[in-house]
């Protein structure tokens, strides 16, 4: 589906609405076409601030919580990204426009292989995603400079500190809130609205 420019600078104002005002994410956001990665009888909603329901109960995150997380996240040119939950593929989308390398995880063969097909539509070719269980990370690849988790943990699974570089972010949620750990500091930075995590993780 080609994107409707006005809906789409619309969807962009409304993201900074909501207070996300990191430039390099909403451009990313921008050049991220969301009808890409949606389930095709939903096209019509992409440009909705809502979630949209994809296989095994999993859903594609709403896109003004996709921003927070990004904007707290806030990936550097040349960082290496895990993503737990690779879902829609849409987030892992949006963050290969802001890091180096992105790898992502999801414990559904089937999301994942519908997400890599549509990662090489794209032609992202610095995405790489893989069948795994979320909570144990992926040391092939690690130390990584940023990590998302996108669903609800009670912790972030040790496993994933283990294999962040020192000077490294995490950004997850839990008890509805969006934390970020950095530095050996974990930020409160207000409510979120995610699922609740599962082992292997499935969202994104």
Same mark, same amino acid.
């Given at each position: 589906?080609? &994107?409707?420019?006005?809906? !789409?600078?619309?969807?962009?104002?409304?993201?900074?609405?909501?207070?996300?005002?990191?430039?390099?994410?909403?451009?990313?956001? &921008?050049?991220?076409? +969301?009808? /890409?990665?949606?389930?095709? /009888?939903?096209?019509?909603?992409?440009?909705?601030?809502?979630?949209? $329901?994809?296989? /095994?109960?999993?859903?594609? %995150?709403?896109? *003004?919580?996709?921003?927070?997380?990004? =904007?707290?996240?806030? $990936?550097? $040119?040349?960082?290496?990204?895990?993503?737990? #939950?690779?879902?829609?593929?849409?987030?892992?989308?949006?963050?290969? !426009?802001?890091? +180096?390398?992105?790898?992502?995880? @999801?414990?559904?063969?089937?999301?994942?292989?519908? =997400?890599?097909?549509?990662? #090489?539509? =794209? +032609?992202?070719?610095?995405?790489?995603?893989?069948? *795994?269980?979320?909570?144990?990370?992926?040391?092939?690849? =690690?130390?990584?400079?940023?990590?998302?988790? *996108?669903? &609800?943990?009670?912790?972030?699974?040790? *496993?994933?500190?283990?294999?962040? %570089?020192? @000077?490294?972010? !995490?950004?997850?949620?839990?008890?509805? +809130?969006?934390?970020?750990?950095?530095?050996?500091?974990?930020?409160?930075?207000?409510?979120? &609205?995610?699922?609740?995590?599962?082992?292997?993780?499935?969202?994104?």
């Amino acid at each position: 589906m080609a &994107e409707d420019p006005a809906r !789409l600078m619309r969807f962009i104002l409304e993201l900074r609405q909501e207070g996300v005002t990191h430039a390099r994410v909403l451009a990313a956001m &921008e050049r991220t076409p +969301r009808s /890409h990665y949606a389930p095709a /009888h939903m096209e019509g909603l992409v440009f909705d601030d809502i979630a949209l $329901p994809l296989p /095994h109960g999993q859903s594609m %995150t709403k896109p *003004a919580t996709v921003a927070r997380m990004l =904007a707290a996240l806030d $990936p550097q $040119p040349d960082d290496a990204v895990l993503e737990i #939950g690779t879902g829609s593929g849409y987030q892992a989308a949006v963050l290969s !426009l802001l890091a +180096r390398k992105v790898v992502t995880l @999801d414990r559904w063969s089937d999301l994942v292989a519908d =997400a890599r097909q549509k990662f #090489g539509t =794209a +032609r992202l070719m610095n995405v790489f995603a893989h069948v *795994a269980d979320g909570a144990k990370g992926w040391a092939d690849d =690690a130390p990584y400079h940023r990590i998302v988790v *996108a669903g &609800e943990v009670d912790e972030a699974p040790q *496993a994933l500190f283990e294999q962040l %570089t020192p @000077d490294g972010v !995490l950004v997850a949620a839990t008890a509805h +809130r969006l934390v970020r750990w950095r530095n050996g500091t974990r930020e409160d930075l207000g409510p979120a &609205e995610l699922p609740a995590f599962q082992e292997g993780l499935g969202e994104g």
